[in-house]
């Protein structure tokens, strides 16, 4: 009888354990922000969060040194938190994003359009025939089918040229857009994180418990970083999509998600340490 209690309460302490360990491997990112938040300073972690900006910037850029990778400031952050700036405002001030494939296109294609005009007018010229001067007629003939040729290569050359500047656009056009939406959907959350904040405060002002506040309002957010990541894959997965339509290099894709949960980690630690 002993021995089945023993079994029992050995089986029921391994399910336990089986259960704790898989909370805390699905809340790894929860604990470890916790953690940080609590062993260091406010500082600390906002020096952390700016060093993993940076480094996120210098990655995207490494390859790609015209994409437009916008910042928004600190000071910003928190006005998004406070509410004293709109993440609409803070749109129009960060440009994000503001580009169009068309006009990337027709930007390319009227430098094609130039650099084509420019060398037919090149091989273009006027040759006079006179019944007389036949011999002469047909030795400007041949010379003008060999300068005709000339100028068809050097339209190939200025076209392929052309073809390749433009899905240079288009592939910094996608990977730009990408980070802006992401960036706009930041300011986004902020804004709500911000208002979520205050609506806990208010609660907690009318006399709800601490315990009460807490359960309400870390489910609250939650729920809103779940919807985030769902958002940020979907602009990424379309990210992906659009730079294998020009077959372009992907491998961007994966820099851009690796920045964004590490931003996201430290940024964490940073307001768990505040609130």
Same mark, same amino acid.
């Given at each position: 009888?002993?021995?089945?209690?023993?079994?029992?309460?050995?089986?029921?302490?391994?399910?336990?354990?089986?259960?704790?360990?898989?909370?805390?491997?699905?809340?790894?990112?929860?604990?470890?922000?916790?953690?940080?938040?609590?062993?260091?300073?406010?500082?600390?972690?906002?020096?952390?969060?700016?060093?993993?900006?940076?480094?996120?910037?210098?990655?995207?850029?490494?390859?790609?040194?015209?994409?437009?990778?916008?910042?928004?400031?600190?000071?910003?952050?928190?006005?998004?938190?406070?509410?004293?700036?709109?993440?609409?405002?803070?749109?129009?001030?960060? =440009?994000?994003?503001?580009?169009?494939?068309?006009?990337?296109?027709?930007? @390319?294609?009227?430098?094609?359009?130039?650099?084509?005009?420019?060398?037919?007018?090149?091989?273009?010229?006027?040759?006079?025939?006179?019944?007389?001067?036949?011999?002469?007629?047909?030795?400007?003939?041949?010379?003008?089918?060999?300068?005709?040729?000339?100028?068809?290569?050097?339209? =190939? =050359?200025?076209?392929?040229?052309?073809?390749?500047?433009?899905?240079?656009?288009?592939?910094?056009?996608?990977?730009?857009?990408?980070?802006? &939406?992401?960036?706009?959907?930041?300011?986004?959350?902020?804004?709500?994180?911000?208002?979520? @904040? &205050?609506?806990?405060?208010?609660?907690? =002002?009318?006399?709800?418990?601490?315990?009460?506040?807490?359960?309400?309002?870390?489910?609250?957010?939650?729920?809103?970083?779940?919807?985030?990541?769902?958002?940020?894959?979907?602009?990424?997965?379309?990210?992906?999509?659009?730079?294998?339509?020009?077959?372009?290099?992907?491998?961007?894709?994966?820099?851009? &998600?690796?920045?964004?949960?590490?931003?996201?980690?430290?940024?964490?630690?940073?307001?768990?340490?505040?609130?």
């Amino acid at each position: 009888m002993k021995k089945k209690v023993i079994r029992v309460i050995l089986f029921l302490f391994v399910v336990i354990l089986v259960v704790l360990s898989a909370l805390i491997i699905w809340q790894r990112e929860n604990v470890i922000a916790f953690y940080k938040s609590r062993t260091q300073t406010e500082e600390e972690l906002l020096e952390e969060v700016e060093t993993v900006m940076a480094e996120s910037e210098e990655a995207i850029k490494k390859d790609h040194p015209n994409v437009y990778v916008p910042s928004i400031s600190k000071e910003d952050e928190e006005k998004l938190l406070s509410g004293e700036l709109s993440p609409e405002e803070v749109s129009a001030l960060y =440009n994000l994003p503001d580009l169009e494939p068309d006009d990337a296109d027709s930007r @390319e294609g009227s430098k094609a359009d130039n650099a084509t005009s420019n060398e037919g007018n090149q091989s273009t010229g006027t040759v006079e025939k006179d019944d007389s001067e036949a011999s002469s007629s047909e030795t400007t003939g041949a010379n003008s089918t060999g300068n005709n040729d000339g100028a068809q290569t050097a339209n =190939n =050359n200025s076209s392929q040229a052309a073809n390749n500047n433009s899905d240079q656009s288009k592939e910094d056009y996608y990977i730009s857009n990408a980070i802006g &939406r992401m960036s706009g959907l930041k300011a986004s959350y902020l804004s709500k994180l911000g208002g979520l @904040e &205050r609506q806990a405060i208010a609660d907690r =002002n009318s006399g709800m418990s601490k315990e009460a506040v807490a359960s309400k309002y870390s489910s609250i957010a939650g729920g809103y970083e779940s919807s985030c990541d769902s958002q940020v894959e979907s602009i990424l997965s379309d990210l992906e999509a659009n730079l294998k339509s020009i077959s372009a290099d992907t491998a961007i894709v994966g820099t851009i &998600r690796n920045s964004y949960y590490s931003e996201k980690r430290a940024k964490k630690s940073y307001y768990m340490s505040k609130f």
